[in-house]
């Protein structure tokens, strides 16, 4: 141990330190390829990689409470079950809604403007009637003779390229509508909720966290507000119009 110690500190005379010079230099230059490779491909990189980062969560809520005049041959109920008249009493542009099966529709939504993007989103929304208080969504009571579910579930952003996609997106939609009765009167329920859960590509990662809220929390407003001003007024329009059908029939 000791031998090796005054070794490492050993200065050798001039004389010999000039005439190896060339060699100390070729050692010092020569390159060790071996020590180059580990270096530059460090064995932490995929960590970094893989590191998590937490979505931005923002939730809309609405709610409808209207007056529902029923005829005794054409309740609500009835109309409810009639989900393909009910979804195009909704979205009636035929050009942008597709019918998957029974209960899925695919819908192409209107354009969203987010910050400097323009995003197209593609949904599969399902229509299930429920009744008896089974299974019914939060917030209906159980006494209610029908419910009409609305869900979200798939979903696809068009006309982002790769580099603006982000890492995590989730759009979710849960609705209800059904007629609440009591007594004599009849009125016409329903509760929407939508949130978006996201992480922005690393293109957009310094957008202030005020500026992205107050953005997503415009959009969602826009996208609630769109749905209840279509129950309230085309989907009651055409519930008197079934009205007005049953009425026919009877004569």
Not at 121 to 129: A, E, G, K, S, W
Request: aromatic share 10%; charged share 25%; glycine share 4%.
């Amino acid at each position: 141990m000791s031998e090796v110690a005054a070794g490492s500190s050993f200065i050798p005379p001039y004389h010999q330190f000039c005439s190896g010079r060339r060699k100390w230099k070729d050692q010092v230059v020569k390159p060790n390829r071996q020590w180059r490779h580990v270096v530059t491909q460090p064995k932490w990189q995929p960590l970094i990689k893989n590191q998590m980062v937490k979505p931005s969560i923002y939730t809309s809520r609405i709610f409808t409470d209207l007056p529902l005049y029923e005829s005794p041959g054409a309740l609500f109920d009835e109309y409810l079950e009639d989900k393909p008249r009910v979804f195009k009493a909704i979205f009636p542009d035929k050009r942008r809604s597709q019918r998957i099966n029974e209960e899925d529709w695919k819908i192409q939504m209107l354009p969203i403007q987010f910050l400097f993007l323009t995003v197209w989103p593609v949904i599969d929304m399902r229509l299930r009637c429920k009744t008896g208080g089974k299974d019914y969504p939060s917030g209906v009571p159980h006494n209610v003779t029908k419910v009409l579910e609305l869900d979200i579930i798939r979903w696809e952003l068009q006309g982002l390229d790769d580099l603006l996609k982000p890492s995590h997106f989730s759009l979710g939609v849960k609705g209800a509508l059904y007629p609440e009765r009591q007594a004599m009167r009849s009125r016409l329920k329903g509760q929407l909720e939508m949130s978006i859960s996201f992480v922005l590509p690393p293109v957009l990662a310094l957008v202030p966290e005020d500026s992205l809220r107050s953005v997503a929390e415009s959009v969602l407003k826009t996208l609630v507000e769109n749905m209840k001003h279509k129950v309230n007024g085309s989907l009651l329009a055409d519930y008197n119009e079934f009205r007005k059908q049953k009425a026919k029939k009877l004569v």
